[in-house]
């Protein structure tokens, strides 16, 4: 079993829709939960960070994390066609002598359709 | 302000041949790390620079890939006798502070293709 696993889609709606991206995820030693978005051609580019179980919101995005499922998801409401690109899901932990260590999914490809 | 820079945007070479990938971090950035990217594969770590200790080679998948980081600041990333299987975007980023929990800041990567 791969410690973070992602559902590559692709995953397409319509503009408008609420779009639910998750990852999984089997090392209970992760402690900080990231989203990324990558445009076509393009770096990745932060999103949101969580490190606690719960609820994160920053406008349209609503990053969730539950450590006891060990499940994290990332919501977009009312998506619009700029928010097409590929979401990647990011778990770190972080060891002895300040050691990190980064996993990512795979990434999920978005499209929204006007 | 400037962001992280890569050079080059393209390169294609033939099997056999070495190349040298070139990652501008941001300035004052302590901590680099270079990625690979291939399709359908997502992002795997490939080595981490943090400040003046010793470089985390831990994700090099093989000795023909080496990196080093001139004075804290710029990176080059080398693949020597290229495969195609090298064929991937190679993808460097920087962070302020702490590696792992400061955001990282990508750039746009190198589309490397081998034919």
Known sequence: QKEVEQDPGPLSVPEGAIVSLNCTYSNSAFQYFMWYRQYSRKGPELLMYTYSSGNKEDGRFTAQVDKSSKYISLFIRDSQPSDSATYICEMITIGVGSNYKLTFGKGTLLTVNP | ?115
């Not at chain 2, 099997?15 to 690979?36: F, M, N, Q």
């Not at chain 2, 001139?70 to 080059?76: D, F, N, P």
């Open chain 2, 1 to 115: 302000g400037a962001g992280v820079s890569q050079s080059p945007s393209n390169k294609v070479t033939e099997k056999g041949k070495d190349v040298e990938l070139r990652c501008d971090p941001i300035s004052g950035h302590t901590a680099l790390y270079w990625y690979r990217q291939s399709l359908g594969q997502g992002l795997e770590f490939l080595i981490y620079f943090q400040g003046n200790s010793a470089p985390d080679k831990s994700g090099l998948p093989s000795d023909r890939f080496s990196a080093e980081r001139t004075g804290g600041s710029v990176s080059t990333l080398t693949i020597q006798r290229t495969q195609q299987e090298d064929s991937a975007v190679y993808l460097c980023a920087s962070t302020e502070g702490l590696a792992g929990v400061s955001e990282q800041f990508f750039g746009p990567g190198t589309r490397l293709t081998v034919l």
